[in-house]
């Protein structure tokens, strides 16, 4: 399941700003948020299981993340998401990254699943099944579950753009205070949505919070190792401003020697 939302280019100092509940098994583990090597260097947790990831940032300022999508028959796939969602974030931009993804998943099959792909100049949701659907990211809140992108089937995706839209989030602290709270919200009774899933053997087991700027001392990551309303978020921001300066000064490097 999972569920991610991304209000993006509302607030203009934060174009992207991330919300998102990770739904897996207990017993698959994972690391949290550290700087993995290679170019470009992205900010992202590791499944254990697969070597993979859900979730991160590049040093460009593209975000990657995924849920896992409901399909009518199992996929059987061949390789694990986790990898593509890694892979995606190795590229320079959203549009590159869409052209991977969408050539990945023509190629090699993989069980269903929803990415979201962005960066400032544009961004994405990939519908992956049997075939692959393409849908802009429309300028304000995107929220994205195991259905299309803004379900109004979904409960959950409906609760949480209620729960988003009470008052204007106008800056990315309004955004990431809203959303830390909304993002915890418990269990309140069999059969009732919540942003928190917990059942005997699978359930929400983190939760992030993002703001990607224009300027990376402004960036901020927050994590919870845990279901959010049990498990305080923790500050992985200085990694992410370190990854989002790096990229930076990289930029002007290769702009001045293009220039001579």
């Known amino acids: 399941m999972s569920l991610l939302a991304v209000q993006y280019q509302l607030v203009p100092e934060s174009p992207i700003l991330v919300a998102a509940n990770r739904e897996e098994y207990y017993d698959r583990p994972s690391l949290p948020p550290s700087i993995q090597s ?108 195991s259905h299309n992108l803004n379900d109004p089937d979904d409960e959950r995706v409906r609760m949480a753009r209620r729960l988003l839209t009470l008052q204007t989030l106008d800056s990315p602290v309004k955004f990431l205070a809203v959303a830390s709270r909304v993002f915890a919200r418990a269990p309140v009774g069999p059969g009732r949505p919540s942003m928190v899933i917990r059942n005997s053997d699978y359930g929400t087991v983190s939760s992030t919070l993002i ?22 978020y923790e500050d992985s921001s200085p990694m992410l401003r370190d990854i989002l300066s790096r990229g930076l000064r990289e930029a002007r490097t290769k702009a001045k020697a293009n220039a001579q």
């Open 38 to 145: 290679g170019k470009p260097r992205v900010l992202c947790g590791i499944d254990q299981q697969s070597g993979g990831t859900w979730l991160g940032v590049n040093q460009n300022g593209m975000f990657v993340g995924m849920c896992n999508r409901a399909t009518a028959v199992p996929m059987f796939g061949q390789r694990s998401r986790n990898l593509l969602a890694m892979d995606l974030m190795r590229c320079t931009s959203a549009s590159r990254a869409l052209e991977k993804a969408l050539a990945e998943l023509s190629e090699t099959r993989y069980d269903g699943c929803n990415l979201i792909i962005a960066d400032g100049q544009s961004g994405y949701a990939i519908h992956s099944d049997q075939n692959q659907e393409v849908v802009d990211l429309q300028p304000g809140l995107n929220i994205i579950g």
């Open 211 to 232: 703001a990607l700027g224009v300027k990376p001392r402004d960036a901020i990551f927050q994590f919870s190792n845990g279901a959010p309303d049990v498990a305080k």
